[in-house]
């Protein structure tokens, strides 16, 4: 069948909710086998988990500060050694991302931003990188956003981060793809999820007016972009930003 992720093993972060969650399902539906990945919200994980397995998936969670090279590292260690393999990374995890004037920002934020959205997926590939040329082959999906694309104001930290992290995936794309690896980015735009329940009604209004195809985006959407990367049928594409957001930066 085309598009299928059958006996391939896939690490979704900061999959316990939201985007991750949806990633971790459609991953799933595609036939992967997924290691879902948590930090501080155990029941959120857990509802996810038993989620996906109603949907007869494969699916098994690990704790791990997906900010953290030796967590990282040792959360790494026992999916392979469960599975054998990681065939697919997808660095999703993400902070709170406040909205503030640059004034208002600290070196503090800024550095966070940065650990996550740059060092993260650098620790995550240092450790799935030796299984994936051993077989020469391997997925690896950021998870960006469309805010690089649009440069949103007064979002300066976030905007900055998420730049660095699709010049990151560029590079690794051209230095990985002699050994059968691809790195391919999505970029979503506002899609509400539990991180957005207080987020002010005219707000959601205001961008939804400039979704050019007229409704809100989905984490099945994303996750729908996610499982087309990590597919054979995208083996012949890599460097690659794929916007998630009905058509906001048609550019």
Same mark, same amino acid.
């Given at each position: 069948?085309?598009?299928?992720? +059958?006996?391939?093993?896939? !690490? ?11 990633? *971790? ?13 948590? &930090? ?8 996810? !988990? ?7 998936? @494969? ?5 791990? $500060? ?14 392979? +050694?469960?599975?054998?393999?990681? $065939? ?16 208002? =920002? ?7 931003? =940065? ?21 020469? @082959? ?10 690089? @694309? ?36 999505? *970029? ?10 207080? $987020?002010?009604? +005219?707000?959601? $209004? ?6 050019? !195809? ?21 083996? &012949? ?15």
């Amino acid at each position: 069948m085309p598009f299928s992720l +059958e006996n391939k093993v896939a !690490l979704v972060t900061g999959s316990s909710r939201g985007l991750g969650s949806g990633i *971790a399902m459609a991953l799933g539906k595609a036939g992967a086998k997924v290691c879902i990945n948590y &930090f501080n919200n155990s029941s959120a994980a857990e509802n996810t !988990l038993t989620g996906l397995r109603e949907n007869g998936i @494969h699916a098994t969670m690990f704790r791990a $500060d997906a900010s953290d090279r030796d967590q990282i590292n040792s959360m790494v260690e026992a999916i392979e +050694e469960k599975f054998g393999s990681l $065939d697919i990374l997808v660095p999703n995890a993400t902070p709170d991302q406040p909205q503030k004037p640059i004034e208002e =920002y600290d070196a503090e934020f800024y550095r966070q931003m =940065y650990e996550f959205f740059v060092m993260s997926p650098f620790y995550l590939t240092r450790a799935v990188l030796p299984g994936m040329k051993k077989r020469g @082959h391997g997925r690896i999906i950021n998870i960006t956003s469309e805010v690089f @694309h649009s440069s949103v104001p007064e979002f300066s930290a976030y905007v900055a981060a998420k730049g660095g992290q699709i010049g990151w995936s560029r590079s690794m794309a051209n230095e990985l793809a002699p050994h059968g690896i691809t790195v391919n980015t999505v *970029a979503p735009g506002w899609i509400p999820t539990e991180r957005h329940e207080n $987020d002010p009604q +005219e707000d959601k $209004d205001a961008y939804l007016k400039t979704i050019p !195809l007229g409704r809100w985006g989905k984490p099945e959407d994303v996750g729908n972009a996610v499982s087309y990367f990590s597919s054979d049928e995208a083996s &012949f594409i890599t460097g690659q930003t794929l916007c998630v957001n009905g058509g906001r930066t048609p550019w």
